[in-house]
C-alpha cells in the first residue's frame, strides 16, 4: 500500500469543508495532534472517569488557532486578498503572521499592550507580523480590526471571519474519529467563544453525516474575573492571569449559550487561583505542559468533580488548546526557583541528597 502524506486539514477534512482549490491552499500541516490518554492525574480525581487531553499545543504555532487560522488564509488567498488582520490576546495573531507568511501576504496584528505571553509576541514579531500594541484590551482591539476590515481591503481573521469555525471543527472529527464515538463530555475553555461553537458543529455535523451515533455535552470555563457569559453582562476590565481568556465581550457569545443549551452543557466560572493549581498538576502528574487558559479545563473538571457531577465509567476530553512553552514566565512564577549550587561533586551530591 502507498503510504498517505499527512498535509492538514483541509486536504484530510475536505468533504466537511468549504470547497477551496489546491492552488490556493495555504498550511502547514496543522491538526493530527495527539489525543492523550489520562495515565495518572484521573486515578487523583476520580478513577471511575476516563479523562483524554486533546493536546492542540503540538500544532504548528503551538496553539488550535491553526485549524482555524489555514482555513481563513487559504480563503483570502483565493479570493485574492493581500493583507489580513486580527486582534488577538496572542495565538491568533501567533498563527496569523505565520500563515500570512506562508501565503506571501501582510499580515496586521493589535494586541492588548503588556498582556500578552512572551512566546506569542515573539511569534508574530518573527513572522515578520506588523504588531501594535493598542492602550486598551483585546475587545477594544476587535473593535477597530473590525472596523478596519470593512473599510479597506484587509481580511478579517478573527473568529468572526465564519472560516475560522469551519477549520476549528475539524478537531472534533479527529476525536470522533479515535475513539469511534463523541465522548460523554468535552470541556474547552471560553474567551472569544468561537473554538467551543466550532466544536459543538463539528459533532453535530459528524453525527449528521452518520460517522457517530451520540453527541457530547459541551462544558465551557471561563476565568472568574473574565466571565461576561457565566454572569450574563458585558464585564468591561477583564482580568486573569490567563491571559488568553482575558475578554469581557466574546463576539460568538450567542453561539457558545446556544452550543452549551443544545447539548446539555453548562458554562462556569473558576478562580485564578484554581486555574493555575491544574496548570502545575497536569504538568506535574501527566508530563503534559500547556498554558494557563488551557489549564482551566482540568481546573473545570474538578470543580465539577467535587460536586459528583461525573458517574462511573464517563469520558471527558479536554482540549488543551496551547502548548506551555508560549508563557514561560506563568510557568517560572508556580515553580520552585531553579537551586544555586557550587560547582562541585560534593555540593551537587549534597543537594541531591545522596550524601
Ligand atoms: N485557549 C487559548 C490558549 C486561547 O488562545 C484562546 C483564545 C482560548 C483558549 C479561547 O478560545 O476565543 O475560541 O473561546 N485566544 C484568542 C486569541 C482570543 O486572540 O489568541 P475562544
Same mark, same amino acid.
Request: hydrophobic residues 40%; neutral net charge; charged residues 20%.
Given at each position: 500500500?502507498?503510504?498517505?502524506?499527512?498535509?492538514?486539514?483541509?486536504?484530510?477534512?475536505?468533504?466537511?469543508?468549504?470547497?477551496?482549490?489546491?492552488? %490556493?491552499? *495555504?498550511?502547514?500541516?496543522? +491538526?493530527?495532534? !495527539?489525543?492523550?490518554?489520562?495515565?495518572? #492525574?484521573?486515578?487523583?480525581? /476520580?478513577?471511575?472517569?476516563?479523562?483524554?487531553?486533546?493536546?492542540?499545543?503540538?500544532?504548528?504555532?503551538?496553539?488550535?488557532?491553526?485549524?482555524?487560522?489555514?482555513?481563513?488564509?487559504?480563503?483570502?488567498?483565493?479570493?485574492?486578498?493581500?493583507?489580513?488582520?486580527?486582534?488577538?490576546?496572542?495565538?491568533?495573531?501567533?498563527?496569523?503572521?505565520?500563515?500570512?507568511?506562508?501565503?506571501?501576504?501582510?499580515?496586521?496584528?493589535?494586541?492588548?499592550?503588556?498582556?500578552?505571553?512572551?512566546?506569542?509576541?515573539?511569534?508574530?514579531?518573527?513572522?515578520?507580523?506588523?504588531?501594535?500594541?493598542?492602550?486598551?484590551?483585546?475587545?477594544?482591539?476587535?473593535?477597530?480590526?473590525?472596523?478596519?476590515?470593512?473599510?479597506?481591503?484587509?481580511?478579517?481573521?478573527?473568529?468572526?471571519?465564519?472560516?475560522?469555525?469551519?477549520?476549528?471543527?475539524?478537531?472534533? %472529527?479527529? *476525536?470522533?474519529?479515535?475513539? +469511534?464515538?463523541? !465522548?460523554?463530555?468535552?470541556?474547552?475553555? #471560553?474567551?472569544?467563544?468561537? /473554538?467551543?461553537?466550532?466544536?459543538?458543529?463539528?459533532?453535530?455535523?459528524?453525527?449528521?453525516?452518520?460517522?457517530?451515533?451520540?453527541?457530547?455535552?459541551?462544558?465551557?470555563?471561563?476565568?472568574?474575573?473574565?466571565?461576561?457569559?457565566?454572569?450574563?453582562?458585558?464585564?468591561?476590565?477583564?482580568?486573569?492571569?490567563?491571559?488568553?481568556?482575558?475578554?469581557?465581550?466574546?463576539?460568538?457569545?450567542?453561539?457558545?449559550?446556544?452550543?452549551?443549551?443544545?447539548?446539555?452543557?453548562?458554562?462556569?466560572?473558576?478562580?485564578?487561583?484554581?486555574?493555575?493549581?491544574?496548570?502545575?498538576?497536569?504538568?506535574?502528574?501527566?508530563?503534559?505542559?500547556?498554558?494557563?487558559?488551557?489549564?482551566?479545563?482540568?481546573?473545570?473538571?474538578?470543580?465539577?468533580?467535587?460536586?459528583?457531577?461525573?458517574?462511573?465509567?464517563?469520558?471527558?476530553?479536554?482540549?488543551?488548546?496551547?502548548?506551555?512553552?508560549?508563557?514561560?514566565?506563568?510557568?517560572?512564577?508556580?515553580?520552585?526557583?531553579?537551586?544555586?549550587?557550587?560547582?562541585?561533586?560534593?555540593?551537587?551530591?549534597?543537594?541531591?541528597?545522596?550524601?
Amino acid at each position: 500500500m502507498q503510504p498517505r502524506k499527512y498535509e492538514g486539514i483541509i486536504k484530510k477534512y475536505r468533504e466537511f469543508l468549504p470547497e477551496i482549490d489546491d492552488e %490556493f491552499i *495555504i498550511s502547514i500541516n496543522e +491538526g493530527n495532534t !495527539p489525543l492523550i490518554k489520562s495515565r495518572n #492525574v484521573y486515578k487523583i480525581i /476520580n478513577p471511575d472517569i476516563e479523562i483524554y487531553f486533546k493536546y492542540e499545543g503540538l500544532n504548528p504555532t503551538g496553539s488550535f488557532k491553526d485549524r482555524g487560522m489555514t482555513m481563513a488564509v487559504s480563503k483570502a488567498v483565493a479570493d485574492g486578498s493581500k493583507a489580513i488582520i486580527c486582534a488577538s490576546t496572542g495565538n491568533t495573531s501567533a498563527a496569523a503572521a505565520a500563515y500570512a507568511a506562508r501565503a506571501g501576504i501582510k499580515s496586521f496584528v493589535l494586541i492588548p499592550e503588556g498582556k500578552i505571553a512572551m512566546g506569542k509576541l515573539s511569534q508574530a514579531l518573527m513572522h515578520g507580523s506588523v504588531v501594535m500594541q493598542i492602550q486598551g484590551n483585546f475587545d477594544d482591539a476587535l473593535i477597530i480590526a473590525k472596523e478596519i476590515s470593512e473599510e479597506f481591503e484587509v481580511t478579517l481573521v478573527n473568529s468572526v471571519n465564519p472560516y475560522r469555525i469551519e477549520g476549528q471543527k475539524t478537531a472534533s %472529527f479527529e *476525536i470522533a474519529d479515535e475513539l +469511534g464515538k463523541a !465522548p460523554d463530555y468535552h470541556i474547552l475553555p #471560553v474567551g472569544n467563544a468561537g /473554538n467551543i461553537t466550532a466544536y459543538w458543529n463539528g459533532y453535530k455535523e459528524y453525527k449528521q453525516a452518520g460517522k457517530i451515533q451520540n453527541l457530547p455535552k459541551m462544558l465551557g470555563f471561563q476565568a472568574a474575573g473574565a466571565a461576561p457569559i457565566v454572569l450574563n453582562h458585558i464585564v468591561k476590565e477583564p482580568h486573569t492571569i490567563a491571559t488568553a481568556i482575558r475578554i469581557g465581550n466574546p463576539a460568538s457569545w450567542q453561539k457558545a449559550v446556544k452550543a452549551k443549551e443544545e447539548s446539555g452543557g453548562l458554562i462556569e466560572a473558576v478562580t485564578d487561583e484554581d486555574l493555575l493549581s491544574a496548570y502545575a498538576l497536569l504538568a506535574r502528574t501527566e508530563g503534559i505542559f500547556c498554558e494557563p487558559a488551557s489549564a482551566i479545563t482540568l481546573a473545570g473538571l474538578i470543580q465539577l468533580n467535587k460536586r459528583g457531577f461525573f458517574k462511573k465509567g464517563d469520558v471527558c476530553v479536554l482540549t488543551l488548546t496551547g502548548h506551555g512553552l508560549k508563557d514561560p514566565q506563568n510557568a517560572i512564577k508556580v515553580s520552585s526557583e531553579p537551586i544555586v549550587v557550587p560547582c562541585d561533586k560534593k555540593s551537587v551530591l549534597k543537594t541531591m541528597e545522596l550524601i
